[in-house]
């Protein structure tokens, strides 16, 4: 059928995969076309189905959603990829849709919701609740962190002193200091405890 939407599901969980194709299923004008439990296995089915829209985790196996997304999109520019994930934290939305993703919903949304949004993204338009909205207009207009202060950020989490730091990245004591200053800043936070704990929140950091 002209009009059926054809959708790739990508989760790492199979209860969750089975569950969201059984209710997709019951949608009239929705189809299933195949089912991906890491982050490359969704770029080869993507590639084998093509698929109106994907509904993709963030937190996969092998290749992570923002990554898969990514690979996706470079193939297929025009590829309408949902977002679908327990995470929330600025950091998460703002990687997400840099890499091209047309929506963002938090897992626990009713069946209305799914279905308007994967109706909204296949007809070419983005659909992002508000609340998802305000915290990624958040990450926009605030500071962004080098690729540096993230490595350091992530050291800090893992509970490393700046001299554990300094002797991870090859680089003095004093400098990791000048990064924990600016990093401290750029975050709003007064020090590394406050630091870590936001950067969970956030996103910019996830324990594995």
């Known amino acids: 059928m002209a009009d059926t939407i054809n959708i790739l599901i990508v989760d790492d969980h199979h209860i ?5 194709a059984a209710l997709l299923k019951t949608v009239p004008g929705f189809a299933v076309v195949a089912e991906a439990s890491d982050g490359e296995q969704a770029v080869d089915l993507f590639r084998k189905h093509r698929p109106d829209v994907t509904l993709m985790d963030l937190r996969l196996p092998k290749m992570n959603g923002v990554q898969a997304i990514g690979r996706i999109r470079g193939e297929f520019p025009a590829a309408r990829i949902i977002v679908l994930t327990t995470f929330d934290g600025d950091e998460d939305i703002y990687r997400a849709m840099q ?3 047309k929506g963002y ?3 626990g949304m009713d069946l209305t919701e799914l279905t308007d949004a994967v109706r909204v993204v296949h007809a070419g ?3 992002i609740p508000s609340r998802v909205a305000e915290k990624l207009a958040e990450r926009m207009s605030g500071a962004t962190l080098t690729a540096r202060e993230l490595e350091v950020l992530h050291l800090i989490v893992a509970g490393k002193s700046n001299k554990d730091i300094g002797n991870a990245l090859f680089i003095s004591e004093a400098t990791v200091k000048t990064h924990v200053n600016s990093l401290l800043s750029k975050m709003g936070v007064e020090d590394r405890t406050q630091a870590a704990t936001t950067a969970l ?7 594995d």
């Open 99 to 101: 890499a091209g993703a």
């Open 125 to 127: 338009k983005s659909r």
């Open 105 to 107: 919903l938090l897992k």
């Open 16 to 20: 969750v995969r089975q569950g969201l």
């Open 201 to 207: 929140q956030r996103g910019l950091v996830h324990l």
